[in-house]
């Protein structure tokens, strides 16, 4: 057979390439329930997709080179539900997936492709972080690190954070638009190693970066999960309510049979009394398409819910106030909360709803150590800048400044709101005891005639009767106006595309 020596030297380079660290290695891993880099990709993509880009990348320093199979980087391209996507796999077995000059170039090469063709990309990381001396070889990445992770959101970029992760493991966390992580990943600048020695105590990954750390308080992580499986499952449920590229829409998905009945007993899960809390994520389910309620950032900014959906096949954004957690009240958290959510679907074309019941911003000396003045003026600066149409529906109170960031006041394309409304400056219990001076037990019978007249004109009829609010509607009504309402502002001259003025915003400012 002609060739025959080649064939056999490509099939050895081949095997020994896909070996990655060794089957004691893997076989650890296996153990630890863990999937390989090899095995993450192939649960990623549609069977038979995947072409890899870089296969027999090594270190480049010879003496390393048998050591570093792909250079611990699994990269390359394939379909996932059909449409195409690029991946950067992190490879633990060889040096800890450690950052080198090799690998760093394939990592660019795929992020690269992303944004010029046109497709998302999605990392799946873990790695001890730089690897050193084989990084000296670029210098330090002096002559392009600063670049490197610079992006505007052309093609959106998913992360799943499967393991230990510092170095590139985390800036590409944090640089994509949405971030799994699963239980027992650990995210940080530095190992608990080095944070141990730099502080002189012993701090366990967990306390430094673990997943609660970035669920509950640096809100880095959207979704946490149990498993490796349920990370990637996750990415690939995030990816079907996007566009491939800003410069298309979302797609269009069939809308499951019965998405239309659990609107109708929508009343049995919202309170007729204003005292009673109730959980706003039953009521969005109540009238999306069945099963389609997706939420992001569930632990971080509670008092507010952030959640992608699909109504009549659409993807749709929601920010809601949840009055089950600090009454709705928004704290700098939420804040954050809704504006990086904004920047989300204004940079994907995803349409936004905005459901108020809110008392107004969290107050008092520690909402101001937190910022929350310049979160609130944050979160309207992306508010007035972006220009996927936005529908209102004020569901309850809605007080104060908060009814202007949570869309009203000419912010958004329609405003509709349930009988149940109430909109004013402030509670009209507090102005009461503010502007009058006066608190119900002192005089019970002047303090309902001030009530009375500080809740005077504030009532969806009220609203409507000046043309405040648009329509009043019977909350069962709220999927077939939002299926009208979202028809009608459809951006039929860009073909559903939006102006993109959110797509440098930080991916991770809080």
Known sequence: MAFEDKIKEHEERKKRATAMGGPDKLERRRDNGLLNARERVDYLYDTGTFRESGLYGVSYIPEMRDQTPTDGKVTGFGDVAGRKVGVVAYDFTVKGSSSSYTNNRKMSHIKEMGTKRGFPVVFMTESTGVRMPDVMGEGMGFTDEGRRFLRTRTAPWVCAQLG???????????????NVMRKGAVMAVSSPRMVSRAVGQEISGEDLGGWRVHADHTGFADVVVDTDEEAIDTVKKFLSY??????EAPPVMPVPDGSDDACKSILDLFPESAAKVYDVRK?????VDTDSFFEIKARFGRSMCTALARIDGKSVG???NNPQF????MDAQACTKATSFLVLCDSYNIPIVFLQDQPGFLIGPEAEKQGIIGKIINWMNA????TVPKVTIIMRKSYGRGFINMGAANTVE????????????MDPRSAVAVVHGIEEEDDPERYQELLKEMARDGGAYDLAAVYGVKEVLDPRETRAYLIDMLDIHRSRLSNGIGEHKLEAWPTSYV
Not at 242 to 247: E, K, L, V, W
């Open 326 to 329: 600090k009454g709705g009240a």
């Open 242 to 247: 996007m566009p491939s590229h800003q410069n």
């Open 283 to 287: 009521i969005i389910q109540a009238f």
């Open 318 to 320: 929601f920010i809601a």
């Open 383 to 386: 508010m007035l800048q972006t």
């Open 414 to 425: 329609e405003i509709a709101a349930w009988w149940s409304a109430e909109v004013s400056f």
């Open 164 to 178: 230990p992760c510092f170095g590139s493991a985390a800036w590409h966390a944090v640089c994509s638009d949405f």
